[in-house]
């Protein structure tokens, strides 16, 4: 079972600055099935990123996905307001037909 | 516009079954283009992926999970649902469900999740 893990746990930024949130794989991961999401209270997670570099149907450029192997990077070039969130990892594959959620990443205020 | 809408008990007893529905509007839960899935969240706490179904039938369970879950499709009410069996409070969660598609293999649509408490 592939194990993910991200990094930081919280992120404490302004507004306007520059974020940039890891996810690490326990084993080597198609570019294909990583998948990032945004999560704000109370509601539904929201896909941003799928086949690690590619935006959903959406979502601003200022929302990239980079990363390959065992490294995954999210970057939010300038945050906005809305942005403050916390934010998934979602890895496909280690078996068949199974996902894999990192713990996520909380961007908060500073 | 695409739709996922949970619904069931919101609270279960200890060792009893849970057990939830995920209606689809605004497109055929028997397209051949997508998975639906469930996915539950602890109070607090982060994703958790259950299983997913195809509209054949085929199913993938999260191997954690296996020996509990079963999850169906109704494709005459647009309707796949999540039976979850001997549960315990640690099975208290928003258990949300969602699409998938053959490709890419992400969660793209979302219903808006509902939560059940798991006590006596």
């Known amino acids: 079972e592939i194990v993910l893990t991200q990094s930081p746990g919280t992120l404490s930024l302004s507004p306007g600055e520059r974020a940039t949130l890891s996810c690490r794989a326990s084993q080597s991961v198609s570019s294909s099935y990583l998948a990032w999401y945004q999560q704000k209270p109370g509601q539904a997670p929201r896909l941003l990123i799928y086949g690690a570099s590619s935006r959903a149907t959406g979502i601003p450029d200022r929302f990239s996905g980079s990363g390959s192997g065992t490294d995954f990077t999210l970057t939010i070039s300038r945050l906005e307001p809305e942005d403050f969130a916390v934010y998934y990892c979602q890895q496909y594959g280690s078996s068949p037909g199974v996902f894999t959620f990192g713990p996520g990443t909380k961007v908060d205020i500073k | 516009q695409l739709q996922l809408q949970e619904s069931g008990p919101g609270l279960v007893k200890p060792s009893e079954t849970l057990s939830l529905t995920c209606t689809v509007s605004g497109g055929s839960i028997s397209s051949s283009s997508y998975y639906w899935g469930w996915i539950r969240q602890p109070p607090g706490k982060g994703l958790e992926w259950i299983g997913s179904?195809?509209?054949?039938?085929?199913?993938y369970y999260n191997p954690s999970l296996k020996s509990r879950v079963t999850i169906s499709v109704d494709t005459s009410k647009n309707q796949f649902s999540l039976k979850l069996s001997s549960v315990t409070a640690a099975d208290t969660a928003v258990y949300y469900c969602a699409r998938r598609p053959v490709v890419p293999a992400a969660f793209d649509y979302w219903g808006q999740g509902t939560l059940v408490t798991v006590s006596s």
């Open positions: 179904i195809y509209y054949s039938g085929s199913t």
